[in-house]
C-alpha cells in the first residue's frame, strides 16, 4: 500500500522538524564550546609585530557612490599613518553619476584615480588597484566606497602582519543605524564579527570582507588576485588564502564602518547575491572541504554557510504542518490557555531555554566588539530591539535561502551596487 | 631548497580539534536531555492538569446521578449541567486527541476520559427520557493512525465545525472513543453499531419515542453532518 500525499507530507515535515532540531543544537553546541575556549583571547590586546612600518596601498573600488566617496577619502587621507608610506588608488568602474569627478577632486591630495571605460565589476576593479600599486607596497589595504576607517585601523591592521599572514579582515560595523533595519544589522555585523575573531584561533576565517580587509600584496600575487566571476570576491578571496595555507586574521581594532541596506528589499537583494556568491565559491573551491585544511574545511567552509538550512527546514517544516493541520483555537474552541498548552513541547521549550541562552550571548558578544571599538555597551533602551533581533533575524535568513533559489531559476547574473 | 624553507617557514598549521567537535556533541546531548526533561516535567504538569479536570466533571456527573436517583429537581438541573459537562469535555477531547498523537500522554489518561464520557452518555440517554430534553447524540469513531485512517484528521476538523454552527441551534452531545482501545465499553459500542472502518459517525435520535440510530462511514463534511443533525432533531421534536 502507497503512502498518502498526506502521510508524506506529515512524514517530510517531521523529518525536517526534528533533523533541524538536532542540527541546531550541535551548531549551537559547537559554537558555545569555542566560545567558551576562546572568548577570553578576544577581549586582549593585539600586540605590535612589526619593526618598521611598510608601504601600505588603499584600494578603493568605486561605482555609483558620488555621496560616500568623499568621505571614504577623507578617512583614509586623515589617517594616522606616515604619509611617505601611503598612497591611495581610487578605480572607478564606469559610474554613472559623479562619482569620478568628486574622487579626481582628491588628487591634489595625492589620490591616484583610475578611470575604466566598461563596468566590469568590484573584484576587476580591485585586481586593477593592485596592479596600479607602487612597487615598494608590501600591504594592500582594500576598502569599499562607501565605508570610512577609523584613525588608527592602517596602523593596527600592519602590526598584525607576519611572513605566514596572508589576509586580515577589518573590524567592520555599521554607520549610525537610524531605523530599526539598520539596529539589527548592526547587531549582526558584531556579531558576525566576535564569531570570526574566535574562529580565527581556529584557522577558519571565511571572508575578508569588502568593508575593509588588509592583504599581503606577495600573497594577493602568489594566489592571482581578485576572482571576478564571483558575486562575493571578498570571499572567494579568503578561500584562496586558506588554499595556498596563508593565515587569515581578524584584526578587531582596525575599525571600519560601512553603510548598510536601508530598505528591506535591497537588504534581502544583498543577502541573496551573498548566498549566490557562497554557492559558487564553494562550487570553485570544493577541494577546500578536505581534513587536510583542518578546522577550516568543517567551520569556515561547511558551518559558516549551512548554518541558515535548519532554519529553513524548520520554517517550511512549520508550514506544511499549517496546510496539513488547522488552528485548534479558532475551529476546535478550546480556548487560548489549552491551544498553548498543547502547542508548547519539549522541542518548544528547549528553544525557549536556548533562546535565553543565545540572548545573553548575543549581548555580551556584541560588548565586546563596543569595548573594542570604543563604543557605547548595551543599554536597556536597547533590550526590545536585541530581543526583536533575536526572534526576527533567524526567520529572515529562513526566508532568504528560498528566495536564492528562486533567483537563480529566474535570473541567474548580477550587478554591483546592490546595497 | 630555499624556496622551500620559505614555503614551510609562511605555511600555517593545519589541524582538526577533534576535542572541540566530541565536546559539542557532548554539549548537544546534554542540552537534548535538558529539554526533554523539561518536556517530561511540563507534560506530567498538563497530565495532572487534565485528571483533574476530568475528576471534577466526574463529580458533577455524580451529583446529577444522586439528583436523577433522588428524583429531585434533576429535570430542572441538567440541562444546564449538560451543557457544562459537554463544553468541559470537548475541550479535554481536544486535548487529548492531540496529545496522544504526538504520544505525550499516558494510556490511562484516555482510559479515564473514556470512562467520562461512557457515564455521561448513560446518563444523557436517561435523562432525555425522563425529562425530554432529546439531545442530539453523535459518537465518532476514529483511530490515530494515519495509514489506517487517513481522514480521521479531516473528520475532527469537520465535526468541529459542525458543531459551532450546532450548538446555537439544538442541544446536542458528541463523544469521541478511539477504535483501537482496550476499553470494555467503548468496544460494546463498537459491536453495537457494528463498526468496522474509520471514521465513523454514529447518529442516535428519538424518532416516536423509539432510540433510533443511523452509521455513516468514511469522511462526512460539515454541511452533510448539519444537514442529518437538524432531520433527525426535527424528527426527535
Redesign the interface.
Known amino acids: 500500500m502507497f503512502p498518502s500525499i498526506t502521510e508524506i507530507l506529515i512524514g517530510i515535515s517531521q523529518l525536517l522538524y526534528y533533523f533541524s532540531i538536532l542540527l541546531l543544537t550541535y551548531i549551537g553546541a559547537l559554537l558555545l564550546v569555542i566560545y567558551l575556549k576562546y572568548f577570553p583571547r578576544v577581549e586582549k590586546k593585539e600586540k605590535r609585530k612589526i619593526k618598521e612600518l611598510p608601504f601600505v596601498s588603499v584600494v578603493v573600488p568605486l561605482y555609483n557612490d558620488e555621496e560616500e566617496i568623499v568621505y571614504t577619502l577623507s578617512s583614509i587621507l586623515t589617517a594616522n599613518y606616515p604619509k611617505e608610506k601611503l598612497e591611495v588608488i581610487v578605480v572607478d568602474d564606469a559610474s554613472k553619476d559623479k562619482s569620478y569627478e568628486r574622487a579626481k577632486m582628491f588628487e591634489e591630495f595625492g589620490v591616484k584615480v583610475i578611470r575604466l571605460k566598461e563596468n566590469r565589476g568590484a573584484a576587476n576593479a580591485k585586481n586593477v588597484g593592485i596592479k596600479n600599486s607602487s612597487k615598494k607596497a608590501e600591504i594592500i589595504i582594500t576598502i569599499d566606497s562607501d565605508s570610512v576607517m577609523e584613525e588608527n585601523a592602517i596602523l593596527n591592521f600592519v602590526k598584525l602582519f607576519d611572513s605566514k599572514t596572508g589576509a586580515i579582515s577589518g573590524a567592520v560595523r555599521t554607520k549610525k543605524a537610524k531605523s530599526l533595519l539598520e539596529k539589527m544589522q548592526e547587531y549582526e555585523y558584531d556579531i558576525i564579527l566576535f564569531v570570526r575573531k574566535i574562529f580565527e584561533f581556529l584557522h577558519s576565517i571565511p571572508v575578508t570582507p569588502g568593508g575593509m580587509s588588509a592583504f599581503s600584496k606577495k600573497a594577493l600575487e602568489r594566489v592571482g588576485g581578485f576572482e571576478e566571476k564571483s558575486l562575493t570576491e571578498d570571499q572567494e578571496i579568503a578561500f584562496k588564502m586558506h588554499k595556498h595555507n596563508y593565515k587569515v586574521k581578524v584584526s578587531l581594532e582596525a575599525v571600519s564602518y560601512t553603510t548598510v541596506p536601508k530598505t528591506f528589499k535591497a537588504f534581502l537583494n544583498q543577502r541573496v547575491r551573498w548566498i549566490r556568491g557562497g554557492i559558487y565559491n564553494r562550487i570553485l573551491h570544493k577541494n577546500l572541504l578536505s581534513l587536510k585544511y583542518g578546522d577550516f574545511a568543517l567551520l569556515g567552509f561547511t558551518l559558516d554557510f549551512v548554518y541558515a538550512i535548519p532554519v529553513f527546514s524548520a520554517i517550511i517544516s512549520k508550514l506544511i504542518e499549517l496546510t496539513i493541520k488547522k488552528p485548534y483555537f479558532f475551529v476546535f474552541k478550546i480556548g487560548l490557555i489549552e491551544s498553548f498548552l498543547i502547542y508548547v513541547d519539549f522541542i518548544i521549550l528547549l528553544s525557549v531555554f536556548l533562546f535565553f541562552l543565545y540572548f545573553y550571548w548575543s549581548a555580551h558578544m556584541i560588548n565586546v566588539i563596543r569595548r573594542k571599538a570604543k563604543a557605547k555597551e548595551i543599554s536597556l533602551k536597547e533590550l526590545p530591539s536585541l530581543i526583536l533581533y533575536n526572534i526576527l533575524y533567524p526567520f529572515v535568513w529562513g526566508i532568504i535561502w528560498p528566495l536564492v533559489i528562486i533567483k537563480e531559476i529566474k535570473s541567474p547574473g548580477y550587478k554591483w551596487g546592490t546595497r | 631548497m630555499k624556496n622551500e624553507e620559505k614555503t614551510k617557514?609562511?605555511?600555517?598549521?593545519?589541524?582538526?580539534?577533534t576535542g572541540?567537535?566530541k565536546?559539542?556533541?557532548f554539549?548537544?546531548v546534554?542540552?537534548?536531555i535538558?529539554?526533554?526533561t523539561?518536556?517530561?516535567v511540563?507534560?506530567s504538569f498538563?497530565s495532572k492538569?487534565m485528571e483533574d479536570e476530568i475528576n471534577k466533571i466526574i463529580e458533577l456527573s455524580t451529583t446529577s446521578e444522586i439528583l436523577y436517583a433522588s428524583g429531585e429537581e434533576f429535570c430542572t438541573i441538567f440541562p444546564r449541567t449538560m451543557k457544562e459537562i459537554e463544553e468541559q469535555t470537548?475541550?479535554l477531547g481536544?486535548?487529548i486527541d492531540?496529545?496522544e498523537s504526538?504520544n505525550?500522554i499516558g494510556e490511562d489518561l484516555k482510559l479515564k476520559y473514556f470512562d467520562l464520557q461512557v457515564r455521561d452518555f448513560f446518563l444523557v440517554k436517561k435523562a432525555s427520557k425522563e425529562c425530554r430534553i432529546n439531545p442530539l447524540i453523535i459518537m465518532y469513531f476514529y483511530t490515530n493512525n494515519?495509514?489506517e485512517c487517513?481522514e480521521c484528521?479531516e473528520q475532527g476538523?469537520e465535526l468541529?465545525?459542525a458543531r459551532?454552527s450546532l450548538l446555537e441551534k439544538v442541544p446536542i452531545k458528541i463523544y469521541a472513543f478511539e477504535g483501537k482501545t482496550s476499553h470494555s465499553v467503548v468496544n460494546y459500542f463498537k459491536e453495537k453499531y457494528n463498526i468496522s472502518s474509520y471514521p465513523s459517525l454514529v447518529f442516535i435520535y428519538l424518532e416516536d419515542g423509539e432510540e433510533r440510530w443511523l452509521k455513516e462511514e468514511g469522511l462526512i463534511n460539515s454541511n452533510q453532518i448539519l444537514e442529518k443533525a437538524l432531520t433527525f432533531q426535527n424528527a426527535s421534536s
Open positions: 617557514k609562511r605555511k600555517a598549521k593545519r589541524k582538526l580539534s572541540l567537535y565536546l559539542a556533541f554539549y548537544a546534554l542540552l537534548l535538558i529539554g526533554f523539561l518536556g517530561v511540563y507534560d498538563i492538569g470537548w475541550k481536544v486535548m492531540e496529545l504526538k505525550r494515519l495509514v487517513e484528521y476538523f468541529a465545525i459551532n
